[in-house]
Each structure stands twice: as structure tokens, then as C-alpha cells.
């Protein structure tokens, strides 16, 4: 099938509330705008190195993409990563979050951010400390960082065909959501982005709002280009 009639596919089979990710790293421009005819709107990548120019050339072309990084980010690469997306979905650690708010701050920009969660024995990235998020957020609370907004959770599940498992991660990020909205009222922190191709239908009865997802909608990655 093409993306096209994948990406419908996936969409009649997400609720309203849910968001789709379309996940396009290690797809080439071109098929980005093939998805983008076909209407989808956000996007996501992990590398900047690969991203930055992808999305360059898409947009001097005259086309409107929204991007996300979801990738675990470097500091030197957060300039050219706050240039080009509305969302870092892998905020991962309290010295990201300074560069980010030093580098919005150079150009005036703001940004969302999600706090990327580890939930799930195999994956290696994320906070694995709840303290600590609470913490930063207490910061945000107090304003510490005036170029970004902190709308909600991101998690990975591991990559198992054992679904309680990953259902247990969904939970685990959902339940932290819970309590930090209990905790900071004021922070609008919505969003809970957990879901891909293999397992986003788990992700939706758990409470996901956006879905990442790529090769249900571009087909497997080419990773020898
Ligand atoms: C690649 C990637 C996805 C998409 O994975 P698929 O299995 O191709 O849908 C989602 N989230 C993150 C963080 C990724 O790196």
C-alpha cells in the first residue's frame, strides 16, 4: 500500500483526541511530501544532522510541515534543533532544558517540550527519576524557563510481544502525568505521547494523545542509505 492509503488507515483507526506523529527518519523529502499531499500535517525525526536539511528543503519548497524531535538530543545540536521543530518530544535531562530555554531565548522563540520517561527495561533513554521531573517542574512553575512549555510525558515501551509489559509502561506514564498535574495546576501538561506502529493500539486504551509512528505508514527504514 501507499503512504497514502496507510496514513488513512491509520487515521480511521485513531479517536479525534489522539494526535499522529508521522515518524519520517530515514525517509527522503520526497516522501514527506507525498505524506503531506495526503494531508498529514506533524512529523517526527531523530537526528538533526538528517532532519535540519529534509525539512529545509521541504519547506523552501512551499510546503507546511510541523516537526517534532524525538530523538535523544545533544547539546551542540539544540540550535539547530529548536530552529527547526515546534516540539522536543526527548527532553531528557535538566542540562538540555537550559540549552534549549539559551537558545529559544536567542532568537525569541518558544518551544514545547515533552519529558521523556523511562518506563520499559530495554530502553536506555529518558528520566528515570520522577523526583527529578517534579523538580524541574517546580522550576517551570517558578519560571525559570519563560521559552518553553512543558505539555506532558513521552515514553518508548520495550520492544516485546508481550503486551502486559508493554501495556505496564503506558500505565507507568500515564500514572506520572497524573500526579503532576495534582501537583502543578498550573502547567497545562496534557499530553501523553506513547505509542508506534507495533504497539500504538495498546498505547490509545491507555490514554495515549499522540502516537509516533513510521513504518506503518512509510514502510521499513532503509538503513544502508
Ligand atoms: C523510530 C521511532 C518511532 C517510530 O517507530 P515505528 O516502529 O517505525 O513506528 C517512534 N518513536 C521514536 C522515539 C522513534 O525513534
Same mark, same amino acid.
Given at each position: 500500500?501507499?503512504?497514502?492509503?496507510?496514513?488513512?488507515?491509520?487515521?480511521?483507526?485513531?479517536?479525534?483526541?489522539?494526535?499522529?506523529?508521522?515518524?519520517?527518519?530515514?525517509?527522503?523529502?520526497?516522501?514527506?511530501?507525498?505524506?503531506?499531499?495526503?494531508?498529514?500535517?506533524?512529523?517526527?525525526?531523530?537526528?538533526?544532522?538528517?532532519?535540519?536539511?529534509?525539512?529545509?528543503?521541504?519547506?523552501?519548497?512551499?510546503?507546511?510541515?510541523?516537526?517534532?524531535?524525538?530523538?535523544?538530543?545533544?547539546?551542540?545540536?539544540?540550535?539547530?534543533?529548536?530552529?527547526?521543530?515546534?516540539?522536543?518530544?526527548?527532553?531528557?535531562?535538566?542540562?538540555?532544558?537550559?540549552?534549549?530555554?539559551?537558545?529559544?531565548?536567542?532568537?525569541?522563540?518558544?518551544?514545547?517540550?515533552?519529558?521523556?520517561?523511562?518506563?520499559?527495561?530495554?530502553?536506555?533513554?529518558?528520566?528515570?527519576?520522577?523526583?527529578?521531573?517534579?523538580?524541574?517542574?517546580?522550576?517551570?512553575?517558578?519560571?525559570?524557563?519563560?521559552?518553553?512549555?512543558?505539555?506532558?510525558?513521552?515514553?518508548?515501551? +520495550?520492544?516485546?510481544?508481550?503486551?502486559?509489559?508493554?501495556?505496564?509502561?503506558?500505565?507507568?506514564?500515564?500514572?506520572?502525568?497524573?500526579?503532576?498535574?495534582?501537583?502543578? +495546576?498550573?502547567?497545562?501538561?496534557?499530553?501523553?505521547?506513547?505509542?508506534?506502529?507495533?504497539?500504538?493500539?495498546?498505547?490509545?486504551?491507555?490514554?495515549?494523545?499522540?502516537?509516533?509512528?513510521?513504518?506503518?505508514?512509510?514502510?521499513?527504514?532503509?538503513?544502508?542509505?
Amino acid at each position: 500500500m501507499g503512504i497514502a492509503e496507510n496514513l488513512n488507515s491509520i487515521n480511521n483507526s485513531l479517536p479525534d483526541s489522539v494526535k499522529l506523529i508521522a515518524v519520517s527518519k530515514f525517509n527522503p523529502a520526497e516522501k514527506v511530501i507525498e505524506a503531506i499531499k495526503a494531508g498529514q500535517t506533524v512529523f517526527g525525526e531523530n537526528r538533526i544532522q538528517e532532519a535540519a536539511p529534509k525539512f529545509d528543503l521541504i519547506r523552501s519548497q512551499g510546503y507546511e510541515a510541523e516537526l517534532h524531535i524525538i530523538g535523544s538530543l545533544q547539546r551542540n545540536k539544540v540550535k539547530e534543533a529548536v530552529r527547526i521543530a515546534t516540539m522536543i518530544q526527548s527532553a531528557d535531562r535538566l542540562e538540555l532544558i537550559e540549552e534549549i530555554e539559551k537558545q529559544c531565548s536567542k532568537i525569541n522563540k518558544k518551544i514545547q517540550i515533552l519529558f521523556e520517561m523511562h518506563t520499559g527495561e530495554e530502553s536506555k533513554s529518558g528520566f528515570t527519576s520522577i523526583e527529578e521531573v517534579f523538580n524541574i517542574l517546580k522550576m517551570f512553575e517558578a519560571g525559570a524557563f519563560p521559552h518553553i512549555e512543558p505539555k506532558g510525558f513521552m515514553t518508548m515501551a +520495550p520492544f516485546t510481544d508481550d503486551v502486559e509489559l508493554v501495556r505496564n509502561s503506558f500505565r507507568q506514564l500515564k500514572h506520572i502525568k497524573n500526579k503532576a498535574n495534582q501537583l502543578f +495546576p498550573s502547567l497545562s501538561l496534557t499530553e501523553l505521547s506513547m505509542g508506534m506502529s507495533g504497539d500504538y493500539k495498546t498505547a490509545i486504551e491507555e490514554g495515549s494523545t499522540m502516537v509516533r509512528i513510521g513504518t506503518a505508514i512509510f514502510g521499513a527504514r532503509d538503513y544502508s542509505k
